[in-house]
DNA sequence: ACGGTGAGAGAACGGTCGTTCTCTCGTGGG
DNA sequence: CCCACGAGAGAACGACCGTTCTCTCACCGT
């Protein structure tokens, strides 16, 4: 048998997966346990019920963009640059295979309003992101309403890169983002 | 008994409403008959499935953004304030009870994968959006990449706004989208 | 070698969903 | 006055959901 943690992290994995291609409700337990090959029994010992589930899929998607953005700003050298690397991480996010938007907005959407618990989630990445940039912003010695307009240009690229299926916007939102630091 | 085209509305009215509030997956066609006050029967007369009805839904939301994105615009003098106007729209709406973000978005994100229709519905609402959009910033002698821009700040406020309950964000985007008109 | 522990597979359960059907009853025409 | 029509209310249906339970069997210490 495979020990909890990994056991956790195999279930996890395939939720993610499946939750972000269709969506939370359109995917059954059962589709979750013949993804993960783990089973039913074992999904619940380690989750108490599928809202918890989906708040660990949240916590992966955190870390995992936490690290991503940091990698892309690590070969950046100003925190200008650091900032705009966000942009490039999300060029590449947008390319990718079932791109299908933010884990987080599309959540939000779907069970913010009857789930509290996924609701601050979400709320709580979001806020995390925006304090990163804020403290990018002001090592760029930026006022720091820019954090909060860069913000709204990654919310945005997100949603329309989903819905147009233009990855495009990633490079577009870029160069809007340098355009207000310049213009900051 | 109401004739087809009012009883049409009231339903979709009414469905609106919940789909809306608790998202679509979440409100059963039973709490529709009972907020609309149309029988069962009558509502499956008019919309072959839930899905139609989604769809109706969708088509009622991009009317009220169209009529409310030119009403806002009305009082505005030239083309740059026009396009600054969306952000005046945006503020008074974020500013509502029981605002919870962008109806297209949310839905894309719940039924996207799942339903082509909807995600039909969701793109051509956007795209129609931006063409808007590119004629006043082609009215304004701006350049077109400045429109996907705005576009872009429209999307962040809408989501940002929704996720953080922070109806500044419309300024603070307005501010943003002015600033990346004046560098254009 | 053997009995017990616990894990796996999947059936079972109660509930809810979208959709359809049935039954009742008010109403309008002859 | 009566009958046919159609509309309304809600039961019914089949499917599927999240969650729990049962049964089987492989594996372990002694």
């Given at each position: 048998m495979l020990d909890d943690a990994t056991a956790r992290e195999t279930v996890v994995a395939a939720a993610d997966r499946l939750f972000y291609a269709r969506g939370v409700q359109s995917v059954g337990m059962d589709a979750v346990r013949s993804e993960a090959g783990v089973p039913l029994k074992r999904i619940y010992a380690l989750f108490r019920s599928k809202e918890d589930l989906v708040v660990a899929v949240l916590a992966l998607r955190t870390k995992q963009w936490a690290d991503g953005v940091e990698r892309a700003a690590a070969?950046?050298?100003?925190p200008r640059e650091r900032i705009l690397a966000v942009f490039d991480f999300l060029d590449a996010w947008f390319r990718?295979?079932?791109?299908?938007?933010c884990a987080f907005i599309n959540s939000f959407g779907e069970l913010g309003a009857t789930s509290p618990r996924i609701a601050d989630a979400v709320r709580e990445h979001k806020e995390s992101f925006r304090d990163h940039l804020l403290a990018l912003v002001r090592e760029a010695g930026l006022p720091d309403a820019v954090a909060v307009q860069v913000v709204l240009l990654v919310e945005g690229a997100q949603t329309t890169a989903a819905i147009?299926?233009?990855?495009d916007v990633a490079r577009q939102a870029r160069q809007a983002a340098a355009a207000l630091l310049d213009a900051a």
């Open positions: 070969g950046a050298g100003s990718e295979d079932g791109f299908r938007g147009t299926h233009d990855a």
